[in-house]
């Protein structure tokens, strides 16, 4: 069959539309904040193999996690599946992520043969488990973190699947916002089904099959003649997380990427062994947090789908930090993903200098906050603040409170927050001097304050970067450390980055997060940006003085002669 190429693009084109109006129908839908407001769900397509062929606008670390969780199920149910079927598996070793995570896959069918398969990956707020949200940094196995669901069909020829829906109301503590989620979930992979249905009226399944194949193979061309025209090289970057999460650590991320040809390596022999606590990637998370960060060496234009992970091999050994083996504790593992992504961008800053910026500022902070409102009810906010900006450079600085291109999450806004629960934001707002100095600043650090105004609470915080700060690039300084602390009885309680804790009617909680990464030489920096930022009160006199030796007198006026004589002094001292 002749591929015709505008055919070919008119098709990946709807088939990425299918997707994103998937995600749309969840959005008018859902019931939980995780999703409706947070984001924190993905779509896509899938031939009938179950091979990736087209994506929605999602979750970067979502999407190589779709085929191996997709592949867990097809294994599972080989012929047995019908029209009318929705899988569903939420166990990350049965090729999922974790156990919040539910993927459902529906089969799409026309005149008895199937053309495709619909994918939606669905963060749900809670399953179960000892801790609310499922977040707990310190279970030491998968038992302990909720409801594990392996490959199933919740809905059969059209069907609901009773029990199984039963079983996850049942192990909730929020059955409305779950098996509303869970609806939603149902109801956009229907709709999607009626939209590829559609699509089959203007070109046959034969040639949407065919034309299926040829975007993965013409994705596959593409990406392997982009690599080519890469330099080829080795790069090694080692990131480090504060802990495992239980006391244990610094865990040590090393990664060493090797572009040579049309493919690329990125192997993670040496990282730290699996340890306990439930903040380690599995394998598949940490491939496709790999393949985001790698994504960045491409053109905008490559279609994303099974095509471009080919050219890439991820190398984790079964039992180290990024790969652990069963039953390990999974739930946190979004924290301990960040780590994987920073490593990614660090080795590529290395490899190829002007291509990348300093690492992303934020300490991956998740928080659940659970107890009785005032109406008797259960009340349980969770909430993902993963970045606070952009790390400084290569051209630009940081973007305060940007957003990153390996998260997509949105924040929760302050009044969706204390309208659903009983809790009251005293502070969201940046820090100042907490951006990484350098000739580009790096984003500044972000801080979020939390009083209860329910009798009690259990608290739990999946965070980082109290020990190991946002690096800079290039002579860039690295951003503020992040810090915690309660607030109880008028006095300061300092808290460390994973906990569980109770707290009790109008005691507070502060988050503060850290600053991104700074790029190139701080005295490099254009004295007016500095002055700028004083002006803005992103920088203080004294910081502007200390880290990029811009002088402004009392009255916060530029004095261009101090600044100018200490800058080169400064220099001169530093080249003896």
Not at 125 to 147: C, F, H, K, N, P
Not at 414 to 421: L, M, P, S, T, Y
Not at 542 to 559: C, I, M, Q
Request: charged share 25%.
């Amino acid at each position: 069959m002749t591929i015709n190429p505008i055919r070919l693009e008119l098709i990946k084109n709807a088939l990425v539309m299918v997707s994103d109006n998937m995600m749309v129908s969840v959005l008018r839908t859902s019931r939980s904040t995780l999703v409706k407001s947070n984001m924190d769900f993905s779509a896509s397509i899938l031939d009938a193999d179950g091979n990736m062929v087209a994506q929605g606008l999602a979750l970067p670390g979502h999407l190589g996690a779709t085929m191996p969780a997709l592949r867990g199920c097809l294994d599972y149910y080989g012929a047995d599946i019908k029209p009318g079927d929705i899988l569903a598996s939420n166990d990350p070793y049965a090729g999922a992520s974790h156990l919040n995570d539910i993927f459902m896959f529906r089969p799409v069918y026309k005149d008895g043969e199937r053309i495709c398969i619909l994918g939606l990956i669905l963060h749900h707020t809670d399953l179960g488990g000892r801790v609310a949200g499922g977040q707990a940094a310190d279970s030491d196995e998968i038992y302990q973190e909720g409801l594990r669901i392996p490959p199933s069909k919740i809905y059969v020829g059209d069907e609901p699947n009773r029990t199984l829906l039963r079983l996850i109301e049942h192990n909730t503590r929020v059955p409305d916002k779950v098996l509303g989620d869970v609806r939603a979930q149902i109801a956009a992979l229907i709709a999607g089904e009626a939209e590829i249905l559609k699509l089959a009226e203007t070109f046959s399944a034969d040639e949407l099959k065919k034309y299926m194949h040829a975007l993965i193979e013409y994705t596959e061309r593409l990406v392997r003649n982009s690599i080519r025209e890469l330099p080829d090289g080795e790069a090694e970057f080692t990131e480090y997380n504060d802990d495992d999460g239980v006391g244990g650590g610094p865990v040590e991320i090393k990664l060493k990427l090797t572009v040579e040809g049309d493919e690329i390596i990125a192997d993670y022999t040496g990282t730290s062994l699996q340890k306990g606590g439930a903040l380690h990637p599995n394998y598949w998370f940490t491939a496709s947090l790999t393949y985001a960060g790698l994504r960045t060496l491409l053109p905008p234009e490559t279609p994303n789908n099974v095509g471009f992970y080919r050219p890439i091999t991820v190398i984790a050994p079964p039992g180290c930090w990024v790969n652990p083996q069963f039953p390990a504790a999974v739930g946190a593992r979004g924290q301990g993903g960040y780590r994987v992504r920073t490593v990614v961008t660090g080795a590529i800053a290395k490899l190829y200098p002007g291509r990348m910026p300093a690492c992303p500022g934020g300490n991956e902070l998740g928080l659940s906050v659970t107890g009785i409102n005032a109406e008797r009810k259960r009340f349980l906010h969770v909430e993902f603040h993963n970045v606070t900006g952009r790390g400084g450079g290569p051209d630009k600085d940081g973007q305060d409170a940007g957003p990153y291109w390996l998260g997509n999450m949105a924040n929760t806004s302050v009044e969706i927050i204390e309208a659903e629960n009983p809790l009251l934001i005293e502070e969201y707002g940046f820090l100042p001097d907490t951006g990484g100095p350098g000739k580009y600043r790096g984003a500044l650090g972000m801080v979020r304050q939390y009083r209860l105004m329910a009798d009690e609470a259990i608290v739990q915080q999946r965070a980082d970067r109290h020990v190991f700060p946002c690096w800079g690039l290039f002579g860039g300084k690295p951003g503020a450390l992040s810090k915690s602390f309660f607030v109880r009885d008028g006095k300061r309680e300092n808290a460390p980055s994973k906990f569980v804790q109770t707290m009790n009617k109008g005691e507070t909680f502060r988050a503060e997060m850290a600053g991104s990464g700074g790029y190139g030489d701080p005295l490099e920096r254009d004295a007016k940006a500095v002055v700028e930022d004083v002006r803005q009160e992103k920088l203080t006199a004294a910081h502007a003085e200390a880290e990029y030796g811009v002088v402004l007198d009392s009255n916060l006026a530029f004095d261009q002669v101090a600044t100018e004589t200490l800058r080169r002094t400064r220099q001169e001292t530093a080249s003896k």
